[in-house]
């Protein structure tokens, strides 16, 4: 956990399995500011999970206060990851000011921006 | 490029190490600045001040990567000028320039090789949200110049 | 009095206009400092922080004021050096300078005549909340140093 | 009403009377930074209140976030114009961030730091 300004966390990311429900579904959770000192420590925590089998990820970013391209860039590389292994990445992004930052880069074309984990786990389970 | 080391008479001006970890608080820096003004001013919309931390923090991040990759130790300063109905920053630093016009456009969003291009957004962002970016350039480091009016 | 104008290594350098508006982005950029580091550094007290953010805030209200006197438009710098379990940090103003062992003493606190002052706190407050302060003063202006133990 | 960082409020003074309960009674509740900025907006405010006939003035400063030499001076001003009419001043500060910048410079020694407005009241009318 790195503190940043008034000793507010920089970030962190929280992880919960889907299972049984959802076998290979798992939520990682992102805290904090999504920026170039944030984003390797998600970028590992996807990379780790899909090696570890995941299919099915839902990257919830509510608690994320601060996005930008090096946040983006992981989402990115999240999605070629799992459809590498025919997986899903399902989003959680219910606030408007971060979905600005999806609509900014077209990445809202590709991506279904979710209002909660549970909206995101019923789209991909019914799919 | 221009490169001016002189006090301005007005705003604020911040040098910080070149290190992620400063991001978060040149952010908070140019968000409080923006805000900061005489009794009387009106504020910029808070949606603007997102804006322009957001811009600025990707003109800092590619200004951090600048100086890695020459090993450049030098702090990178951030200026942070009120104007009238806008704001305007300066992002500097000592890394090693480039070619604005060379950087290659990404594939667009809906081709399958978009998702190979992990990087390659910050400048198209602050393209998006600021209402002016210019950039000056040179072997001895890279000035931005972001705009970002009140509403 | 030493004025040093070049980029040091580390930390951060903020320039400010002397105006009062700007104190309450002083203390916040001075204490997100404090807390800035690479992981693994142990933080400073949140205490220590607000020790920190008060006697950075009396020392830049001091600048402030001795510029005023003089009506010195020049931005005031304030510089943030992490060190190791403390924080060290400098305050220099463009102001006409001082005696610090001219400044007269105020009345002990139970006398009369001591609700007749209603300034003259903040060098003993940096004295007793601060663990280092130290003047160079001359009369191109002042550096105040003042130094916070992380516990 | 100053805004400051991140357009939080820099500082503002809210008026309440404490009559009939009171009769020269009046609180002044001090919200944001009392710093060199602040500090004026509520020394004017004492000034007022007290050449209007405010006898009994119950400062509360549980909503100020930041406290330094130029609020004490103001708190030091206030108890000189009133205790120059035969009235009094009371102090709310619950906050042990803030006394301690009281204890720094022995206003407590001078001053009793009440815990709420009821406190500060209860024991001026009790005199
Ligand atoms: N300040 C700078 N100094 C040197 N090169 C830069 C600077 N800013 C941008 N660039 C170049 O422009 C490219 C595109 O930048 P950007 O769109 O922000 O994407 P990214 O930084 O993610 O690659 C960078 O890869 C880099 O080569
Ligand atoms: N940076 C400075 N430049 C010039 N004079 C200063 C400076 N700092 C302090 N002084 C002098 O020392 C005096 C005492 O300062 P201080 O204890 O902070 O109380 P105050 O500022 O409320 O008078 C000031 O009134 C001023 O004359």
Same sequence: chains 1, 4.
Wanted: proline residues 7%; contains cysteine; negative net charge.
């Amino acid at each position: 956990m790195d503190t940043g300004v008034d000793g507010q966390v920089q970030f962190d990311v929280h992880r919960s399995s889907l299972a049984p429900a959802v076998p290979a579904g798992v939520v990682l959770r992102a805290l904090g500011d999504l920026d170039m000192a944030g984003a390797p420590r998600l970028r590992s925590a996807v990379v780790t999970e899909v090696a570890a089998g995941a299919r099915l990820l839902v990257l919830d970013l509510t608690g994320v206060d601060h996005l930008d391209s090096a946040g983006l860039g992981v989402v990115i590389g999240a999605l070629r990851r799992l459809r590498a292994h025919d997986g899903d990445l399902r989003l959680v992004c219910p606030e408007s000011r971060l979905r600005r930052v999806f609509e900014a880069c077209d990445l809202d074309r590709i991506l279904e921006l979710h209002a909660d984990v549970d909206a995101a786990v019923a789209e991909a389970t019914v799919r | 490029m221009t490169r001016r080391r002189g006090r301005t008479t007005s705003g604020i001006e911040l040098a910080i190490p070149p290190r992620p970890e400063y991001l978060q608080l040149v952010r908070a820096v140019v968000g409080a600045a923006a805000g900061t003004g005489p009794t009387g001013r009106t504020p910029p919309d808070p949606g603007r001040v997102a804006d322009l931390r957001l811009v600025v923090s990707e003109a800092v991040t590619n200004a951090m990567e600048a100086q890695a990759a020459v090993g450049a130790p030098e702090r990178i300063l951030v200026r942070c000028r009120p104007e009238e109905g806008r704001i305007v920053v300066e992002i500097v630093d000592r890394g090693p320039g480039f070619d604005p016009d060379a950087v290659p456009d990404l594939p667009p969003v809906t081709d399958h090789e978009r998702l190979d291009h992990e990087s390659g957004l910050g400048l198209s962002l602050m393209d998006r949200l600021a209402d002016g970016a210019v950039v000056e350039t040179g072997p001895d480091g890279t000035l931005v110049r972001l705009t970002v009016d009140h509403s």
